[in-house]
């Protein structure tokens, strides 16, 4: 149902891009000048409802790029029992879209000490959200490291003992 929804926007954003091209190249004098301007203009007005997402994608990917890494000294935490203490959510302030991170931080069972983070991030649509998820369209809108752990032997990858949270009282 969302994509017969999303054709039709489609259809209708092209209606009106072509309105504005009709109206505006007949006041230019030369027909070929006519033609440039109404190609300049079809490829101006096209992408115009997806600029949020052009925009928002190149500062997703720098985010990305910046902070997708798993955090740990491989010296002091190899041998170690963690667990999952608890995962911090973030809005993250953007202009172009709605991005939120999520840190997960495990830390020693023994005294609370953080041995290892890394963080979750996903973006979605602020100003045009044609679908109910509001996930961009033009790209997935999430990334983590590469291979975060997640799994009794993901972490045994980094040396590490994975435990179950302990129970709260």
């Known amino acids: 149902m969302s994509g017969l929804f999303l054709v039709f926007i489609f259809g209708f954003w092209l209606t009106i891009v072509f309105s504005i091209i009709i109206y505006v190249t007949p006041k230019i004098a030369r027909p070929m000048s006519q033609f440039f301007i109404a190609i300049a203009i079809f490829f101006i007005l096209l992408p115009l409802p997806l600029v949020d997402e052009i925009i928002g994608k190149w500062q997703f990917d720098k985010l990305c790029a910046?902070?997708?890494?798993?955090?740990?000294?491989?010296?002091?935490?190899?041998?170690?029992?963690?667990?999952?203490?608890?995962?911090?959510?973030?809005?993250?302030?953007?202009?172009?879209?709605?991005?939120?991170?999520?840190?997960?931080?495990?830390?020693?069972?023994?005294?609370g000490e953080l041995v290892l983070s890394y963080k979750v991030f996903s973006a979605e649509?602020?100003?045009?959200?044609?679908?109910?998820?509001?996930?961009?369209?033009t790209f997935s809108g999430g990334c983590q490291p590469q291979s975060p752990p997640s799994n009794r032997e993901s972490f045994a990858e980094y040396g590490i003992k994975y435990i179950e949270p302990p129970k709260a009282n």
């Not at 963690?82 to 809005?91: A, C, F, G, Q």
């Not at 649509?125 to 369209?137: A, H, I, T, V």
């Open 66 to 111: 910046e902070n997708s890494t798993v955090h740990f000294d491989k010296k002091t935490a190899i041998g170690r029992t963690v667990y999952l203490e608890k995962v911090i959510r973030e809005n993250i302030d953007n202009d172009w879209m709605r991005m939120r991170s999520a840190q997960w931080r495990y830390v020693d069972e023994k005294n």
């Open 125 to 137: 649509r602020k100003w045009l959200r044609l679908s109910e998820s509001g996930y961009p369209f």
